[in-house]
């Protein structure tokens, strides 16, 4: 089998994930009936006043628990697809990956799949700045598609900490997957196969630095940007979020949202939507 089946991998893969997660039905909202009732005759007046047998009946509201909100697998893993290919495109560009695409296809990927040792060749910049930027990046992937997590900012609450450890677990996947997965760099460009160009640094690295790559990111928002931009223009506001908060910054953009996009803090509340209709109505004269 050459490098060609490749590309059946891919779509295979692709596709694969990219399956429609299952949607829970609404059950019976629907009210019960109202017991009747049944009036005294009114002719007999003189008739001792009997009360009718207890009859069980239904309750006419119920409480019903909302349920939590829930993960959205579907979209998270297409962000998170968009991301791979856009990563594996730029390393396309390099002509050491374009040298290794010859040969037979599955046994070079498996004599890829070869760790040894913490390092891997990459110089510190790679491994300690920018795999660790890919986890935080990976990681609001996660975040934002949580529907406990998305609200969450920057505190001591177990909710907080709970989701971002929930963020790193997927950032944790994520870099697994992109170093010797089925699309990965083991399998496209054959990563590893040579002695020295695999080690245990970008596994540990890419989700660990991610997680206070992430944390570093949520406690600038909350105690400097939000801070800094009540008192600046739009376009100050627009750069302080996006300079000071980076991995945010492109996770927003896979979610084709403008890249200074809050979802607990719109950039013009006032025009934000809830205030449009909550607010007052006058009947003043034209």
């Known amino acids: 089998?050459?490098?060609?089946?490749?590309?059946?991998?891919?779509?295979?893969?692709?596709?694969?994930?990219?399956?429609?997660?299952?949607?829970?039905?609404?059950?019976?909202?629907?009210?019960?009936?109202?017991?009747?009732?049944t009036a005294?005759?009114?002719a007999d007046s003189s008739a001792p006043l009997t009360l009718p047998e207890t009859v069980a009946t239904p309750a006419i509201i119920r409480v019903e628990t909302p349920e939590p909100p829930r993960f959205r697998w579907q979209t998270a893993t297409g962000q998170s697809m968009t991301l791979l290919?856009?990563?594996?495109?730029?390393?396309?560009?390099?002509?050491?990956?374009?040298?290794?695409?010859?040969?037979?296809?599955?046994?070079?990927?498996?004599?890829?799949v070869n760790i040894t040792g913490w390092r891997d060749g990459d110089g510190v910049l790679t491994n300690y700045v920018a795999h660790p930027m890919m986890g935080a990046l990976t990681g609001y992937i996660e975040v934002?598609?949580?529907?406990?997590?998305?609200?969450?900012?920057?505190?001591?609450?177990?909710?907080?900490?709970?989701?971002?450890?929930?963020?790193?677990?997927?950032?944790?996947?994520?870099?697994?997957?992109?170093?010797?997965?089925?699309?990965?760099?083991a399998s496209i460009g054959n990563v590893?196969?040579?002695?020295?160009?695999?080690?245990?640094?970008?596994?540990?690295?890419?989700?660990?630095?991610?997680?206070?790559?992430?944390?570093?990111?949520?406690?600038?928002?909350?105690?400097?940007?939000?801070?800094?931009?009540?008192?600046?223009?739009?376009?100050?506001?627009?750069?302080?979020r996006m300079?000071?908060?980076?991995?945010?910054?492109?996770?927003?953009l896979l979610r084709r949202k403008v890249p200074w996009h809050r979802d607990t803090r719109p950039m013009f509340p006032a025009r934000s939507a809830d205030d449009t209709q909550s607010a007052p109505v006058t009947n003043g004269a034209n």
């Open 40 to 42: 005294r005759d009114s």
């Open 192 to 240: 590893g196969m040579k002695k020295g160009t695999s080690g245990w640094v970008d596994f540990i690295m890419t989700p660990t630095g991610g997680f206070g790559f992430m944390l570093a990111e949520d406690a600038v928002d909350r105690y400097l940007i939000s801070r800094w931009e009540s008192r600046g223009s739009p376009p100050r506001k627009r750069l302080f």
């Open 243 to 252: 300079v000071l908060n980076p991995s945010r910054t492109v996770a927003n």
């Open 144 to 185: 934002q598609n949580d529907g406990q997590g998305i609200t969450q900012e920057f505190s001591a609450s177990s909710e907080y900490w709970t989701s971002r450890l929930r963020a790193m677990a997927w950032a944790a996947a994520y870099s697994t997957q992109f170093e010797i997965g089925p699309i990965s760099e």
């Open 85 to 112: 290919f856009l990563q594996h495109g730029a390393r396309m560009v390099q002509p050491k990956t374009r040298a290794q695409m010859g040969g037979p296809f599955l046994p070079d990927y498996a004599q890829s």
């Open 1 to 37: 089998m050459h490098k060609l089946a490749l590309t059946l991998v891919v779509v295979v893969f692709g596709a694969s994930v990219m399956l429609s997660a299952e949607v829970a039905g609404d059950g019976d909202h629907s009210l019960p009936d109202a017991p009747s009732t």
